[in-house]
Structure formats: C-alpha cells, structure tokens
C-alpha cells in the first residue's frame, strides 16, 4: 500500500448536463447527478508519494498534479471518481499509472505557495501538446462543519477511483480522513485548453470553489469490479 500525501489542493467545479458526462464513461458507469446536473471538478494539488516500506518521500516522488474528474456510481452499487484527464510532471509515475488505465499526460507545471494564494500552472511540454491551465486561488474560512455541507460533500468525500484496464474495470480504493474545507476565492481560472483536451464544452461561469490544506492517503491495490 503506497502512502501519499496530497497537499495545497483546490477544488473547483462546474455543473453540466449529465448526458455530456455520460458520453466520456464506459458502458458500466453512470454519471452521479446533485440537485440535477453532473458534476465536473478540477483539481490541482502537490503530491508526495511514499513507497511501501519507505519512511521517506524519495527524490522525484514530490511533484505537482492536476485531475479533471467527475463523480460515477457502478452496476454494483459502488460510487468514486471517474478520471478524463490527468496532467504532472513525473514521467515514471505517467507511465506506473498509464499502465492501470488512468489517463495521465506529462506537463510542466509548478504550484507556488504565496501569503495569501496558491497558484497552479501547467503547460504542454511541446508546441504541439494539449492540456495546461493558469489557476489562482485565495484560500479563505474553514468551512463549519470543515467536511462542509451536502453537496460540499458529494463533491470532495470519495473514497476510490474506477478505470478502465484494456477490457477490465478497476477500482483503487483509498483511505483518509475527512478534508478539512475551506472557502476559495478563485483570482484566475484559464482551464479553456484543459476542458478541450478533456473533450467537454467549456464551461460557464464561475467554479464552486473549495480548499483544503490535504491529507494523508493510503491507497490500495486496484481490484476488478465484478
């Protein structure tokens, strides 16, 4: 079981029609609808990656990442995260992951810590590369309760992911505890090449925007949904 440490992260969503999302899921999904409309997140973070039996992070196992993601419930009853898109900076680790099915591309990209904002950047490593964004946020209250509300929860408190293995779906099931939210105040959101590279309409309007300062994560070995 590998320990990860997902920190600085921002979440910001958008609603959409749930037959756009639908239209990105293998046949075994569908779509997690709140109040009506799909749900479609970004979120950019730093992670640190401990391997099993490691007590440290070892060099380049700390690096940026960015998810576009959305919320999907299986044939079984089993909820998680649907991953579209996946950008960071770690070549090995866009290889380890590519092998399960997950959809990771490899960018620059950076995630600086000021007084009072985060900025996260991402570009494509070459003119004819896709993806990247520019994204300020302004970390502000915790949320009260810190896990948030209702639909604050059913757009962070997800405890797996599902993808796709060739012909096989998988589930990665993790554990943390819950996050601690806070309010955000988004100062710059260019994701335009990153929906566009998602193949989804870009979206209008404002995200939802949350924060937190991270977790601890273990996460477990992928099973086969049956």
């Given at each position: 079981?590998n320990i990860?440490?997902?920190?600085d992260?921002?979440f910001?969503h958008?609603?959409?029609?749930p037959?756009?999302?639908?239209a990105?899921?293998p ?16 979120t950019?973070?730093?992670?640190r990656v401990?391997?099993?039996g490691v ?7 700390a ?12 044939q079984?009853g089993?909820h998680g995260v649907w991953?579209?898109r ?6 090995w680790?866009?290889i380890?992951?590519?092998?399960l099915?997950l ?11 000021g007084d009072d904002?985060?900025t996260?950047?991402s570009?494509?490593r070459s ?7 520019r994204?300020v946020v302004?970390?502000g209250?915790?949320?009260d309760?810190?896990?948030?509300g209702?639909?604050d929860?059913?757009l ?5 992911a599902?993808?796709r ?5 998988m ?17 710059d ?8 590279s998602?193949?989804l309409?870009?979206?209008?309007g ?6 937190s300062?991270g977790?601890t ?5 992928p099973?086969?949904?049956?």
């Open positions: 079981m990860h440490h997902w920190d992260i921002a910001l958008w609603p959409f029609e037959e756009a999302v639908n990105l899921l046949d075994q999904l569908e779509v997690l609808t709140y109040e009506g409309a799909a749900w479609v997140g970004v950019p973070f730093f992670i401990r391997p099993p007590p440290i992070v070892p060099p380049g196992w690096f940026p990442e960015t998810n576009v993601r959305t919320y999907v419930t299986a079984d089993r991953f579209i996946m950008e960071v900076t770690a070549m680790f866009v380890t992951l590519r092998s099915g959809p990771y591309f490899r960018h620059h990209m950076s995630v600086d810590v904002a985060v996260y950047t570009a494509p003119p004819s590369g896709d993806g990247g964004h994204i302004k970390p209250e915790e949320l309760p810190p896990v948030g209702a639909r929860r059913f962070t408190a997800r405890w797996g599902f993808h293995r060739g012909p096989l779906l589930y990665t099931p993790v554990e943390h505890q819950p996050w601690a939210l806070r309010t955000a105040a988004v100062e959101c260019d994701v335009h090449a990153l929906f566009a998602a193949r309409p870009i979206p209008s404002p995200p939802l925007a949350h924060f300062p977790v994560v273990k996460v477990g070995p099973q086969v949904v049956i």
